[in-house]
C-alpha cells in the first residue's frame, strides 16, 4: 500500500507531503490546492504520456511575457 505522497513544483503547490491511510479525505479552504494535489496524484498514476497536451502548451504562457 502506497502509505505517502510529496509533489514539487506543480501548479501551486511548491512542497506538499501527505501520509496516506486507507481512507483519505483532502478538506481545505477554495484555492488551497486541494485539486491540483489530486491532478498531481493522476499525472503520477497516468505517467506523462497520458496528460492531457493542452496543460503544458507553451502558448498558455503568452500573456506572461512582457509586451514590447
Do not use: H
Not at 43 to 59: Q, S
Request: charged residues 20%; hydrophobic residues 40%; proline residues 6%.
Amino acid at each position: 500500500m502506497l502509505t505517502s505522497i510529496r509533489i514539487q513544483n506543480f501548479r501551486s503547490i511548491r512542497d506538499a507531503s501527505v501520509k496516506l491511510g486507507q481512507v483519505n479525505l483532502f478538506i481545505g479552504p477554495n484555492n488551497s490546492g486541494k485539486s491540483n494535489f489530486l491532478k498531481g496524484i493522476l499525472l503520477m498514476a497516468l505517467g506523462i504520456n497520458e496528460f492531457p497536451r493542452n496543460t503544458l502548451k507553451p502558448e498558455r504562457f503568452s500573456s506572461l511575457l512582457p509586451r514590447s
